[in-house]
């Protein structure tokens, strides 16, 4: 003989039920299930349709049984929500930078290929997110099931957070834009040491930049970069003002125009590089010409772009927390 | 449709505790699961089975009532009755409950004495 649908029903129900509960849950749900067998019956319906009906209106077994044994039906509850929440904004704002600027770092100190230098921080700070993501929650849904209460901290009033500065939240973009390309701009100096040549995958000990410049330039300009780095924080925290701009066409011209004159005066670029990339240097012509019209370009729209944003902070009304 | 939806919900939400308060009383005199919940319904107290039966075997748990298995008849069944803590609960339940109609029935006739 095939079990019935309800011998199914309650076996599937009982199965997730602690094992010293069972007999009693299952005798009441029999009992249960029987009553309302009859009750449709009672209504007239044939005996295979009532206990179809009664067991549709019991609905999932297993949703059933945790209601009966007051297991949660929820990963993380009421109790717990807030403090996971909390936790887990903290771990990917700490260790997903971290990890990606970490990666990269060594990426870029091994002297891995351009390709492999940005996609390995991406691939390690994904799956960092996802481990953070998931060991979290995991820790959470089982202290949510456990019977003895996590200690959770109580919130109090000091934790309240200031009130944001909604021009600030509008700089993080332009905080974040400058310090990766600053990064990577350092990063590419210091990387191209090594060799910036590839022939059949071979690096050649070529450096892109005179190795002279290191007893004096390429220290300077990576300190610069160090300061337009403070400055880009300084932005954000303070936005764009007179002095600031000021400030900027001083940062810009302290690297453009010792950046334009070791160019022109054939300093910057190592010779062997320029053998190995065939570039009969001085006659380049109109490549000179280019280069350094971008150079320039670059510094002049920059230093423009200081004096428009420092206007238009000024004919916006200053954001201000009374306290 | 929407206004229905939030009708039932706050009239859920009203109901909720009452249930426990009729069942201590109902089970004054000792039933089943099938014919409380018919009890119940025929005196206007509208309660679903999903709600009940947890509610009952959480309110055992509780030591608010107390149990048997009839197995008189052909299908054995388990009899509830309100304990003696669940005589006090309700009798709590109940004095609450007659107080609030009394803030209620200030509330509306706007008598602020």
Not at chain 1, 23 to 45: C, T
Request: charged letters at 20%.
């Amino acid at each position: 003989m095939t079990a019935s649908l309800t011998d199914r029903y309650v076996w599937a129900a009982a199965r997730s039920v602690p094992e010293a509960q069972r007999p009693e849950f299952q005798r009441e749900l029999r009992e249960r299930i029987g009553d309302a067998i009859d009750a449709h019956i009672a209504r007239g319906a044939a005996a295979a349709d009532a206990e179809h009906a009664a067991l549709v209106e019991l609905g999932d077994p297993w949703q059933l049984a945790a209601r009966y044994v007051d297991r949660p039906l929820h990963l993380i509850g009421p109790r717990y929500f807030a403090a996971w929440w909390r936790l887990v904004k903290l771990l990917l704002v700490i260790l997903v930078p971290l990890s990606a600027v970490g990666v990269l770092l060594g990426q870029v100190l091994s002297g891995a290929p351009i390709g492999e230098i940005i996609a390995e921080p991406i691939t390690v700070a994904l799956s960092v997110a996802v481990h953070v993501g998931f060991w979290t929650t995991l820790v959470f849904a089982i202290a949510e099931r456990s019977a003895t209460a996590m200690p959770v901290a109580t919130w109090t009033p000091e934790q309240l957070p200031q009130v944001r500065d909604d021009a600030r939240a509008g700089r993080l973009g332009d905080l974040i834009g400058s310090v990766v390309f600053l990064a990577i701009f350092a990063g590419a100096i210091v990387w191209q040491q090594a060799g910036a040549i590839f022939v059949d995958g071979e690096r050649l000990p070529i450096p892109v930049l005179d190795p002279d410049l290191w007893s004096f330039w390429i220290p300077y300009f990576l300190v610069l970069l160090a300061l337009e780095v403070a400055f880009a924080v300084v932005i954000y925290l303070r936005g764009w003002t007179w002095t600031m701009a000021g400030v900027n066409v001083l940062l810009n011209a302290a690297f453009t125009v010792p950046a334009v004159w070791l160019f022109l005066s054939g300093r910057l670029l190592a010779p062997e590089f320029l053998d190995a990339i065939s570039w009969p240097w001085p006659s380049g012509g109109p490549v000179v010409v280019i280069l350094t019209f971008v150079f320039v370009g670059i510094a002049v729209w920059d230093i423009i772009d200081g004096f428009r944003k420092a206007a238009a902070n000024r004919s916006m009304p200053v954001a201000s927390v009374v306290g | 449709m929407q206004d229905d939806d939030l009708t039932i919900g706050h009239l859920q939400e009203l109901r909720r505790g009452t249930v426990v308060l009729a069942c201590l009383v109902r089970l004054r005199t000792a039933d089943y699961g099938y014919a409380l919940l018919e009890s119940l319904n025929a005196r206007g107290i509208t309660v679903d089975a999903n709600t009940l039966y947890p509610l009952l075997r959480r309110l055992e748990k509780q030591g608010l009532l107390t149990s048997e298995w009839n197995t008189d008849e052909s299908r054995p069944r388990k009899f509830y009755r309100t304990s003696p803590a669940g005589e006090a609960l309700a009798a709590e339940l109940t004095a609450d409950w007659r107080r609030l109609d009394d803030a209620l029935t200030r509330l509306t006739t706007g008598d602020e004495s």
